[in-house]
């Protein structure tokens, strides 16, 4: 905040009297004539009448600041955690379930449908839902009926009338064009089809039960049903996974023309079926070097057919087609998450919802808060936060930091930054903090060197005895 002085008279202390001009011990009867105020002051002019500080900034002050660029208070994101898979894929990490149970599934909805109208009692009235994104486990493994159903009861109790995007994310093998049909009917423009791999033997080594045909017919039953805004999830280097078949994969990928492409590397996580596979029987995904080189080769294929890069992982055929729920989070816009282990960023508080679907159902209908994590973000992590969504989509802009907060960015992370820059992830000037081809490639990494230490401390000592080992039989 730059305010105009309006004495530049003064320096050092004063104490202002009666007119402003000396200490009130000067005046005769000890009494000062009211309104001091209006004689020209400094900062360091001392009055005990100029007034009692409540709040900051003033009032007459904040009503004149520009908001914030970027940062729209009365827009949120809607994320919504439905946990069912028809399978676990030897990979997947996610808050997954596999309890097929029509009971199981009917309590998980019922208790969504309790937490959606305690938490619309909370936000509604302060944000409009720009964005609803179904992610999960698998959202069409439900039936056309019960997504129905969920959709009606968001929109009594957001409304929903001037959604910018609905996103549902899917599995081959759940979508039909029953299903497909019901979903546009329901509202939803955006379809994310997870193909992985277009090679049936990979996706079956990876313990994910869809076949190249299933992959194909689920895009054209998409395109049938009036979707015109598609993504595809691919992963780079799965287990099994060869150079010819990447290549054949991409192949088909760019024959289908999606409006929108993800290409997640592997990434093995402790406590997943692929890592135990890994330890009994050795069967290893690609080495680090591999990986990387056939992610660097679906970027220049994605590239060359006329995709942009959206963040590390994302390509736009054109850019209407960004995927506005992704970005709006990622420009740390208010998301609200529901369901289990869904997380929410809300008043500069990082929420999370208890990761296991059963303890979740019974916390909602019980009349429990189903948070686990209620974090106020202090404004080092606010910045920190700030800077990794922001390196997350390869660029950091300097001018919206400086408003953001108040302070340039490598005044703040500085150190950081030039680790970063030493390593060959990030080139700076004076706009922005940019991404290299390296630093897309290794962006979480990146992402993690700007970790506060002793957040990164508490990290590794998490992952030396979960992941390193996982990692370096990788390399
Ligand atoms: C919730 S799933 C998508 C919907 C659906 N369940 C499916 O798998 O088709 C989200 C995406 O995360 C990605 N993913 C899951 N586990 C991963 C892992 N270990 N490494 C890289 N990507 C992963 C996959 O591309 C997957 O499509
Ligand atoms: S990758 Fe998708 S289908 Fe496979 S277990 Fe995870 S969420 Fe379910």
């Known amino acids: 905040v730059t ?269 997943t079926s692929a890592s135990l596979k890994l330890s009994r029987s050795g069967a290893a995904p690609p080495c680090e070097a591999l990986r990387v080189e056939w992610m660097t080769e679906a970027t220049r294929k994605l590239l060359a057919a006329g995709y942009t890069q959206t963040t590390a992982n994302c390509f736009v055929r054109s850019p209407e087609f960004e995927q506005i729920h992704q970005r709006n989070a990622w420009s740390s816009l208010p998301l609200i998450g529901i369901g289990n282990s869904a997380y929410s960023f809300v008043n500069n508080s990082l929420i999370q919802n208890v990761r296991p679907m059963e303890k979740y159902v019974a916390r909602v209908l019980s009349g429990g808060n189903p948070g686990e994590i209620d974090l106020a973000l202090n404004a080092r992590d606010l910045m920190t936060r700030y800077c990794i969504l922001r390196l997350k989509q390869l660029r950091i802009p300097r001018a919206e930091f400086r408003q953001r907060f108040g302070f340039d960015l490598l005044q703040v992370f500085g150190a950081q930054i030039e680790t970063l820059v030493d390593l060959g992830l990030v080139v700076v000037n004076e706009g922005a903090v940019t991404a290299t081809p390296k630093g897309t490639i290794y962006v979480d990494d990146a992402c993690r060197l700007l970790y506060a230490e002793d957040v990164r401390d508490c990290m590794s000592r998490v992952e030396e005895t979960d992941l390193r080992p996982l990692i370096r039989s990788l390399a």
């Open 3 to 271: 305010l105009a002085k309006r004495d530049d008279a003064a320096s050092g202390v004063r104490v202002l009297g009666a007119d402003g001009a000396g200490p009130a011990s000067h005046q005769a009867n000890g009494f000062v004539r009211p309104f001091p105020w209006l004689a020209p002051f400094s900062d360091a002019d001392l009055s005990t009448t100029r007034g009692f500080i409540f709040q900051y900034p003033p009032f007459p002050v904040a009503a004149t600041l520009t908001p914030t660029i970027g940062y729209k208070r009365d827009i949120a994101g809607l994320y919504i955690h439905l946990p069912f898979c028809p399978y676990h894929c030897a990979y997947c990490y996610y808050s997954v379930s596999l309890d097929h149970r029509r009971e199981s599934m009917e309590r998980y909805l019922r208790a969504l449908g309790r937490e959606i109208e305690s938490v619309a009692d909370r936000f509604a009235h302060l944000y409009r839902v720009a964005t609803v994104f179904f992610g999960g486990g698998t959202p069409t493994y439900l039936d056309s009926s019960s997504l129905l159903e969920l959709i009606g009861k968001l929109r009594s109790a957001f409304g929903l009338s001037d959604i910018e995007e609905f996103t549902v994310e899917s599995d081959p093998t759940t979508l039909s064009l029953e299903k497909l049909q019901a979903l546009r009917y329901g509202g939803v423009d955006r379809l994310s089809i997870g193909v992985q791999s277009f090679s049936t033997a990979v996706n079956f080594f990876n313990e994910r039960k869809h076949t190249f045909e299933e992959s194909l017919s689920a895009v054209a039953l998409a395109r049938m049903a009036g979707f015109s805004n598609i993504n595809l999830d691919l992963i780079c280097g799965l287990m099994g996974e060869t150079e010819s078949s990447w290549n054949a994969t991409l192949a088909t990928l760019l024959s289908l023309a999606p409006e929108h492409v993800t290409v997640y590397l592997f990434s093995l996580r402790p406590q």
